[in-house]
């Protein structure tokens, strides 16, 4: 029986890697500690689909490293403890008197280590500390909610991107010019909008429905073939990828949309299909801030509020707190004037650099600084009538630009 198509499909090397230039593209952060043979610990954050696994393990093949990897959705304390004896093992049997600590030390890869609890990742401070291993992450989740702060302080952070439509017609190309399985069916490709669509940045996605289509003895793969077929075998790909992404897109959209009907629709989805009530809970807090904002503040105290709650009880009860605060957000007026006003505001620092900060607003702790003008000038609001007089604030070359506008 032959391999799944992902699987025969999964790179071996960084020149076959696709994606994630920015990471590992010519003279990129990971690519240069590679290949100087020098790499710490660092958790890889991503969608699904984007490469996580497989960097990892070009990494482990290229350093020629011993490779060990964990699931945290199946490993316990016992099984890191194990690990890390192991590495300890490994690492004595290969050190040399003049090997630098680096190079001796194995690579543990742990998938979904979002999934660790508190004590399993406690487990791996002292080995990733002393470099007994080097520990490669890959979380879905954001790793400053989900990883303890002691290991996230230990480990560089990498953020990975869903691929492109560049990436994904790159996939595409090699799947029908390299594959044998696939070139034997003789399929010819007429259009790939649908194939794109449904993959959603996602490699193994699209890889999956490139092997749904071909199984089904399709001769074409055109958009209408993708669609029936999808719709024929709605859970044929990746569908715990698929419903995650997918539903809490429709949820937030719906809460956005003021639809509380829709909104407890999809919440009731997530929660059947067994979702982390966490991560609906802290959608919640950022849509409190990015969708209703300034219109009605108290709905990111709520937010948050259920977060706490919710994530001291759990499931079940956890989802009464999440339905109410679900219905209140939807029936909220709503204002992203904030969210707008700092991704502008982001765009001009990025723009213009660090413009110098005026004199009169800066402080003046020295006699130095009070001869060089700095403070001088400055006028204190509550002197004034209404307390508020007027003053630049703006660093000159600014003066006027104006990035709040009330909704």
């Given at each position: 029986?032959?391999?799944?198509?992902?699987?025969?499909?999964?790179?071996?090397?960084?020149?076959?890697?696709?994606?994630?230039?920015?990471?590992?593209?010519?003279?990129?952060?990971?690519?240069?500690?590679?290949?100087?043979?020098?790499?710490?610990?660092?958790?890889?954050?991503?969608?699904?689909?984007?490469?996580?696994?497989?960097?990892?393990?070009?990494?482990?093949?290229?350093?020629?490293?011993?490779?060990?990897?964990?699931?945290?959705?199946?490993?316990?304390v016992k099984e890191v403890r194990d690990v890390i004896?192991?590495?300890?093992?490994?690492?004595?049997?290969?050190?040399?008197?003049?090997?630098?600590?680096?190079?001796?030390?194995?690579?543990?890869?742990?998938?979904?280590?979002?999934?660790?609890?508190?004590?399993?990742?406690?487990?791996?401070?002292?080995?990733?500390?002393?470099?007994?291993?080097?520990?490669?992450?890959?979380?879905?989740?954001?790793?400053?909610?989900?990883?303890?702060?002691?290991?996230?302080?230990?480990?560089?952070?990498?953020?990975?991107?869903?691929?492109?439509?560049?990436?994904?017609?790159?996939?595409?190309?090699?799947?029908?010019?390299?594959?044998?399985?696939?070139?034997?069916?003789?399929?010819?490709?007429?259009?790939t909008e649908a194939l794109l669509r449904y993959s959603?940045?996602?490699?193994?996605?699209?890889?999956?429905?490139?092997?749904?289509?071909?199984?089904?003895?399709?001769?074409?793969?055109?958009?209408?073939?993708?669609?029936?077929?999808?719709?024929?075998?709605?859970?044929?790909?990746?569908?715990?990828?698929?419903?995650?992404?997918?539903?809490?897109?429709?949820?937030?959209?719906?809460?956005?949309?003021?639809?509380?009907?829709?909104?407890?629709?999809?919440?009731?989805?997530?929660?059947?299909?067994?979702?982390?009530?966490?991560?609906?809970?802290?959608?919640?807090?950022?849509?409190?801030?990015?969708?209703?904002?300034?219109?009605?503040?108290?709905?990111?105290?709520?937010?948050?509020?259920?977060?706490?709650?919710?994530?001291?009880?759990?499931?079940?009860?956890?989802?009464?707190?999440?339905?109410?605060?679900?219905?209140?957000?939807?029936?909220?007026?709503?204002?992203?004037?904030?969210?707008?006003?700092?991704?502008?505001?982001?765009?001009?620092?990025?723009?213009?650099?660090?413009?110098?900060?005026?004199?009169?607003?800066?402080?003046?702790?020295?006699?130095?600084?009070?001869?060089?003008?700095?403070?001088?000038?400055?006028?204190?609001?509550?002197?004034?009538?209404?307390?508020?007089?007027?003053?630049?604030?703006?660093?000159?070359?600014?003066?006027?630009?104006?990035?709040?506008?009330?909704?």
């Open positions: 029986m032959s391999l799944p198509l992902a699987e025969r499909m999964r790179p071996k090397t960084l020149d076959e890697y696709i994606g994630q230039r920015h990471l590992v593209g010519q003279g990129a952060i990971l690519r240069q500690m590679i290949e100087s043979g020098n790499i710490a610990s660092f958790i890889l954050w991503g969608p699904p689909g984007v490469g996580k696994t497989t960097l990892a393990r070009i990494i482990a093949h290229q350093l020629q490293r011993p490779f060990y990897t964990l699931s945290a959705v199946t490993s316990g004896d192991k590495a300890k093992r490994t690492a004595s049997i290969n050190s040399g008197l003049f090997a630098p600590a680096d190079s001796r030390s194995p690579i543990l890869f742990i998938d979904e280590i979002h999934r660790f609890s508190k004590s399993q990742q406690d487990s791996l401070l002292g080995a990733v500390e002393e470099g007994t291993i080097t520990l490669i992450g890959a979380t879905t989740e954001n790793p400053s909610f989900e990883v303890i702060t002691p290991l996230l302080s230990r480990c560089q952070v990498y953020v990975l991107k869903s691929l492109d439509k560049e990436d994904l017609m790159e996939l595409l190309n090699r799947v029908f010019t390299k594959d044998e399985i696939i070139r034997s069916l003789h399929i010819e490709v007429k259009q959603g940045g996602d490699a193994r996605k699209l890889l999956n429905i490139i092997e749904l289509v071909s199984n089904s003895g399709a001769k074409i793969i055109d958009n209408e073939t993708v669609t029936k077929q999808l719709q024929q075998n709605p859970v044929a790909y990746d569908k715990d990828g698929e419903m995650h992404y997918d539903i809490i897109s429709a949820f937030i959209k719906s809460v956005r949309g003021s639809d509380p009907q829709a909104a407890i629709y999809w919440l009731a989805r997530m929660i059947e299909g067994g979702e982390d009530p966490k991560f609906i809970a802290r959608r919640l807090v950022i849509l409190a801030s990015e969708d209703i904002g300034l219109a009605n503040p108290n709905a990111m105290l709520l937010a948050n509020t259920c977060f706490d709650v919710v994530n001291k009880i759990g499931w079940p009860e956890g989802r009464i707190p999440l339905a109410e605060t679900t219905i209140y957000l939807a029936t909220c007026k709503k204002d992203n004037s904030a969210y707008l006003a700092i991704d502008d505001a982001l765009a001009k620092v990025r723009e213009t650099g660090n413009l110098p900060v005026p004199l009169h607003l800066r402080n003046a702790p020295t006699s130095l600084m009070k001869d060089l003008g700095y403070a001088d000038g400055y006028l204190y609001p509550h002197d004034y009538p209404n307390h508020w007089v007027a003053q630049q604030y703006l660093p000159d070359e600014l003066v006027g630009t104006e990035f709040w506008h009330k909704s």
